[in-house]
């Protein structure tokens, strides 16, 4: 077979790209940094949706939805938010457009001018908090627990598909309460959330961790971050939950009464994961011969394919793997059975490979005859034949299996790629040579860490929540510092 | 109890505004004619989308996701579409805002200009039949048969909350053909699927036709249609399905090769429902106690309100309470018990009668001593004294009599509603003092049809499918007709 993909070794980069292509997961369109979002990705997306939406429900929040465009004065009511937003907005001015005088096409009309230009939400903290505003009088109306699954706009100069791009789906989580203790359970029992969601739906483990305040979202008083390691050695920040304190309620005037009869500011949390995590999907599993899905996952759980030389053949076949698809599909999951006479097995082979179905059953006269099949993992490329009586409950343990087994190769790889340092001499090499990530002492200022980060291109992650105490020096600066924090070039 | 609703009787515009305010399913946002849904109307939504995209998939479609953005120059692409669409359109003409030269807020920034500017989606068979060129060679490619859940954008002068803003959700299926054929009975199939889902979901009859040339999706070469008949008298425009011929095809160059090697222009539809569809809920069902929901599509299908004096009755009822919440979780249905202790029983009756919820049950200290339940239906505001033993198999079959009651209901008010009259001067009389569907012979001609519109306001809202054959006059010209048309006025 021709290598349909560049090799991760050549270039992680290039490998990337393709196996998105390829695999029929998405594609740039003719809007720069826009991207369609094909049905094969789409699905996946899907799964990940009905998974979260699920969580989020089962802590009580509830589904509700805002609008895409904010009044351009919204921004600017709280500081940091304009100063982290303002750069990368995509801005509606006009509402009407007309013939072009020259009678090629249409331009747009110079009397439909809005009074105030909108910009298509970034994220939807200001009009939800102008919202909310109406919403909320009295304690007795808190918390407020609201999710909205939309698309957000961040004009990027530099896009990537799904990890960096001008429109990107998400859902964005934003909730009002009482008291400040309250909004910290809820932005930790999100991150939870996520955090689970990462580990035993992507497979992939993550660090849950503090933000510094230079990686701090724009507007939050704090940030708490799930952050993933890909296979390059590059970190990927996989979502985020913020505390934010009081500073959208003063901004937008929030305030209610409280249990004691008086009047305060509401506080409040945001919390989101993105279409991203289709980037760390694909980069945490996925090899040189395509995808590798986490069956929770994979629009397509098992697949069969029949092995056959004439009609007669294929007709015996069918008969046994519809009864299996039958069963499997009772038991709630994704089968296919690809009878498609057009494609030879070999084809098919390949390609469910390169779409990254975990098990891959095999069916042919012999099979038949022996009351067997074939059954192939896609995670360690592995075949084996088994009995077909009984195959499907072999089918939802392997499924099992390959879930955790997925997970666990992902956790070596982030325990063989995390390195403790205590020079700056190490970490430059130790960044060059391996990547990954690397705990090191740091004097907490934003000083050093902007020059860490200007000099060597790692960002602090996060600084790990229950993180070990630990005196040392700040491998730059030489100041004392009482744990280490987690360093990493990342996307 | 103050009343909550202007009523119908005194103005079905305001009671219709009331409504969707008092029952908390959307409000007006900080952008004109953008709308918050809130969190109960969207669960409602969600159900919709839940039934809907299922019905989608059953009939082998995929969900992708396209850009929302469409670059200028693609709309003027065909012909009629550009002229349908241009004098609503949100336009995006830069990409950053800056500090304001006074200190005062941000402006947008002169020099992050776009080149061409970028729509903001009214519809997307432009940005979609672009890419679909991309990936159609051969007949082997087809057919492409794609959903997408979305927002999007007519800028719209008079706005009303569902029935008519300037954001609103929808799905929008665009799917790409190698025959004319194959494609008209696609149209057709997702046409069907509409009248399902309104008939068997919403309860809503629904009137399933073919629009007249004036009445047609820009771009379409025929637009199908239902038509539902709200409880003013006027008509709604509920779901609609495009046959597209090869216009879009041609407009983008998108050509195969067929089985015979030859090259030709895909064959294309469109079809969608939108959030426009809660506004037909509301309309045909509610009454001057608030909403009245069909139970297939209720947030909450069974609210339990326990009557007590004591915290040690609460207690005694809430034990029988959960047991039966059990049970009907258990077969699948949404149930609420509702042992808020700081509101009142009668509150709570209320508030359950105008959020629409199907059955409510009452259980009080006199019901544990004699097994039994007060059971209240929405739609008939009825109540009767119940066994508890059995009482879940009871309430299933409840929920399923309501079900068909809303709509047998709204099928007699339609038949009451509609009309076959024989001059205009009929036609108009009925139209002022009866409204409904007006069964009419038409001369066929847009110059009539836009006369009618223009002298009574009224509109054709559809040749019916399947419509009786019958020799007749144009009420309006005296020409010669075969067969009578659907007129209306409508939302």
Not at 13 to 18: G, L
Request: with cysteine; net charge negative.
């Amino acid at each position: 077979m021709a290598k349909v993909l560049t090799s991760r070794s050549e270039s992680y980069s290039q490998w990337y790209n393709d196996l998105v292509l390829k695999a029929d997961l998405a594609e740039n369109s003719a809007v720069r940094g826009c991207m369609v979002i094909k049905p094969y990705g789409y699905a996946i997306w899907e799964k990940m949706q009905a998974v979260l939406d699920r969580m989020f429900k089962d802590t009580g929040h509830v589904n509700a939805y805002f609008p895409l465009f904010i009044p351009k004065s919204f921004l600017s009511k709280e500081a940091d938010h304009v100063e982290g937003f303002a750069k990368e907005c995509a801005v509606v001015t006009h509402y009407r457009l007309m013939n072009s005088p020259d009678g090629k096409g249409v331009v747009v009309d110079p009397q439909a001018k809005l009074e105030e230009e909108l910009i298509v939400r970034p994220t939807s903290e200001t009009i939800i908090w102008n919202t909310y505003k109406g919403w909320i009088q009295s304690y007795r109306d808190l918390p407020i627990l609201c999710n909205q699954w939309a698309n957000v706009v961040r004009w990027e100069m530099r896009t990537r598909l799904f990890l960096r791009t001008a429109e990107f789906l998400w859902q964005e989580g934003h909730t009002a309460h009482a008291t400040q203790a309250e909004a910290m359970t809820e932005a930790m029992t999100m991150l939870k959330v996520y955090a689970k969601f990462a580990e035993e739906y992507l497979a992939v483990p993550v660090v849950q961790g503090v933000k510094t305040a230079n990686e701090r979202f724009a507007g939050a008083v704090e940030t708490y971050t799930i952050e993933a390691l890909m296979q390059d050695g590059k970190a990927l920040q996989s979502g985020t939950s913020h505390f934010l304190g009081q500073n959208f309620a003063k901004a937008f005037d929030v305030t209610f009464t409280n249990q004691e009869g008086k009047i305060d500011h509401v506080w409040a949390t945001s919390w989101g994961v993105s279409t991203r995590l289709m980037g760390a999907l694909i980069m945490a599993h996925s090899d040189d011969n395509g995808l590798v899905l986490p069956p929770k996952l994979a629009p397509i759980q098992v697949v069969i394919v029949p092995i056959y030389k004439s009609m007669e053949e294929l007709d015996k076949i069918s008969v046994v793997a519809k009864e299996l698809v039958a069963k499997l599909k009772a038991k709630g999951y994704d089968v296919k059975f690809d009878d498609n006479d057009k494609k030879k097995p070999g084809w098919k082979f390949a390609e469910y490979e390169l779409k990254g179905v975990p098990v891959r059953l095999a069916i042919g006269p012999r099979d038949l005859e022996n009351g067997t099949v074939e059954v192939a993992r896609r995670d360690t490329l592995t075949k084996e034949v088994m009995q077909l009586d009984g195959i499907d409950e072999r089918i939802v343990s392997l499924l099992d299996d390959i879930q955790t087994n997925i997970y666990q190769k992902a956790l070596d790889f982030r325990a063989a790629s995390t390195t403790k340092v205590d020079s700056y001499e190490e970490f430059q090499k130790v960044l060059d040579e391996k990547g990954g990530f690397v705990l090191a002492h740091w004097d907490g200022t934003s000083e050093t860490e902007q020059r860490i980060k200007d000099e060597t291109k790692a960002t602090i992650r996060c600084i790990p929540l229950d993180n070990e105490q630990e005196a040392g020096v700040c491998m730059v600066t030489g100041q004392p510092s009482t744990q280490r924090v987690v360093f990493a070039r990342a996307y």
